[in-house]
């Protein structure tokens, strides 16, 4: 039988467990969820989003991997340096990305905010950039 133990809000996973997330991410290969239903004891059926799906599925990747897990919320204002951090970028960076309009921020009194949903479209287009560089290196290769 799989086990998961909680302690002090850290989930740790037993070998049993991570080995059924193996078998689980092998049998979904690199297909998506578009959606995942899940029965509940009652006999009911519960139907997960494409996100929500998504979410649990890079989680259980995760175990198979024998990684680690953290998961935390996110207010919707960040500071400044938050979200610098959030994308992996120095401060200075991040206010260059500001002041170029490449990053919507708002002023609260002398202090430059940024929307956590902003910030999170930006990331998706840097990646989106990054991938397009390296098919064209590809390309060029090739």
């Known amino acids: 039988m799989a086990h998961a133990l909680m302690s002090r809000g850290t989930l740790i996973v037993d070998e049993v467990l991570q080995s059924s997330a193996v078998e689980a991410v092998e049998a979904v290969g690199d297909r998506r969820p578009r959606g995942t239903v899940l029965q509940l004891k009652s006999g009911d059926d519960l139907e997960l989003g494409e996100e929500l799906s998504r979410f649990i599925l890079d989680v259980v990747a995760r175990v198979a991997q024998g990684g680690s897990v953290a998961i935390q919320t996110v207010p919707e204002v960040l ?5 610098a951090r959030m994308l992996g970028v120095s401060r200075p960076t991040l206010m260059k990305l500001i002041k170029k ?3 919507p921020a708002t002023m609260v009194g002398t202090h430059h905010r940024v929307l956590h949903t902003d910030l999170v479209k930006l990331r998706e287009v840097r990646e989106a ?3 397009a560089a390296i098919e064209s290196l590809l390309e060029l290769e090739g």
């Open 101 to 103: 309009g490449d990053l």
């Open 129 to 131: 950039e990054r991938h």
């Open 79 to 83: 500071t400044t340096s938050t979200a």
